[in-house]
């Protein structure tokens, strides 16, 4: 059965493509260019002759996916502005892209008749109420909507709260399109919390790495940060398992999948490094104590483990993370 990988060449689609073939899946990513594609099989030579490519060059276009999704049985939509840092516009840069691509990858399954589900790539961000105190011991579930109003999206000056709502209001759009289209197919999102994992997709320098991904970079490239920030994560491979699931899954059907590995302190990922690699003291961070408050809010991921997802544990994450990361910053 051939897939749709939408931005096969970012952080998480490249992962979505090594799990679908995988689990014996045909792939087709679609790609802003060539070059790119090629970087990524020069990256993976696994990948050499396994996935087919197309260029859409903005999800944005009316039509961007009509020619992509022939003849493919699912899609999965990953591709979406992921940013917060220098944004003028937020409807132009962010909330515009993330809806009318998604869909636009929609429009495109209505005409094909042989999909059965649509994948989406949302985020916790389109479930958290950021304006209340985090350390409140809050369980969030699939039920949680983040309440930021479209108005609020467009004017606020925060581009973190930009690029939630264009998650929000993404995810939102492709419900009610279901709905009022009475489509063929139905759809599942998947909600990941912070993504670290090891990067297999093209880069341009370190400094590019997904926002997630720079933490852990940061806390072990030298540069000696303090390590004082606690959270929620998940592995990037466990999110393109998640992937799969959400596409199968019969009581997915329209469904959402809150994914969430567990917590981490970043003075708990320097503690596991620096005994992983004693040999590499000097460059990761020295741990300071800084235990998880324990009021934190929590991601209940009790119903995606019901489904049979399993997780990484922390600590292979961490490490085959730190692994890749020095091997990419040694090439780039
Ligand atoms: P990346 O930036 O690495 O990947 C985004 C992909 O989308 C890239 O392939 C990019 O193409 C493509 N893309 C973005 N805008 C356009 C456009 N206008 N036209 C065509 N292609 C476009 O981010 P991630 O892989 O980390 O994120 C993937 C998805 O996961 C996003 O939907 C994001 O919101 C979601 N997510 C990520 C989390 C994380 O921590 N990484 C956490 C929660 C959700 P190109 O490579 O050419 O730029």
Redesign the pocket.
């Known amino acids: 059965q051939l897939v749709l990988v ?10 979505v493509a090594v799990s679908l073939l995988k689990k014996g899946y045909r792939v087709r990513g ?4 060539m070059e ?1 594609a090629n970087e990524l099989v020069r990256l993976n030579p696994d990948l050499k002759d396994k996935i087919e490519f197309v260029i ?6 009316p039509d ?1 996916f009509k020619d992509a999704v022939k003849n493919c049985d699912y899609i999965c ?7 917060f840092d220098k944004v003028d516009n937020n409807k132009t840069q962010l909330l515009d ?2 809806v009318k ?1 998604t869909l636009s990858a929609l429009e495109a399954a209505m005409n094909e008749p042989r999909i059965k589900r649509v994948v ?6 389109a479930m958290a109420d950021f304006s209340i105190d985090p350390y409140t011991g809050y369980n969030y579930t699939e039920k949680d909507w983040n309440p930021v109003s479209y108005e609020e999206a467009v004017s606020t000056k925060d581009g973190f709260v930009a ?1 939630a709502a ?2 929000k209001f ?1 995810e939102k759009a492709a419900r009610e399109f279901v709905k009022e289209k009475q489509t063929h197919f139905d759809i599942c999102t ?7 994992g090891p ?1 297999i ?2 880069m341009n320098s370190m400094e590019s790495l ?4 720079l933490i852990i970079w940061n806390l072990i490239n030298g540069s000696k940060v303090q390590p004082d920030f606690q959270q929620f994560q ?1 592995d ?1 491979r466990d ?1 393109a398992n998640a992937h799969i699931l959400a596409m199968t899954k019969p009581q997915l059907s329209n469904g959402r999948l809150l994914l969430s590995q567990g917590s981490f302190t970043t003075d708990g990922i320097c503690k596991i490094l620096r005994e992983k690699f004693p040999d590499r003291k000097d460059v990761i961070s020295e741990p300071t104590d800084v235990p998880f408050n324990e009021k934190h809010y929590v991601l209940d991921n009790s119903y995606s483990k019901s489904l049979g997802l399993q997780y990484y544990s922390e600590e292979q994450t961490y490490v085959d993370t730190a692994l890749m990361l020095w091997a990419r910053a040694k090439q780039l």
């Open positions: 939408t931005g096969v060449t970012g952080f998480v689609g490249a992962h679609t790609v802003r260019s790119k859409v060059k903005d999800i944005v276009e961007a939509h990953v591709a979406s502005p992921f940013f892209p993330a691509g989406i790539t949302s985020s916790f961000v690029y264009s998650k993404s998947v909600n990941p919390i912070f993504v670290f990067p997709h093209p997904n926002t997630s991904n998940v990037v999110l």
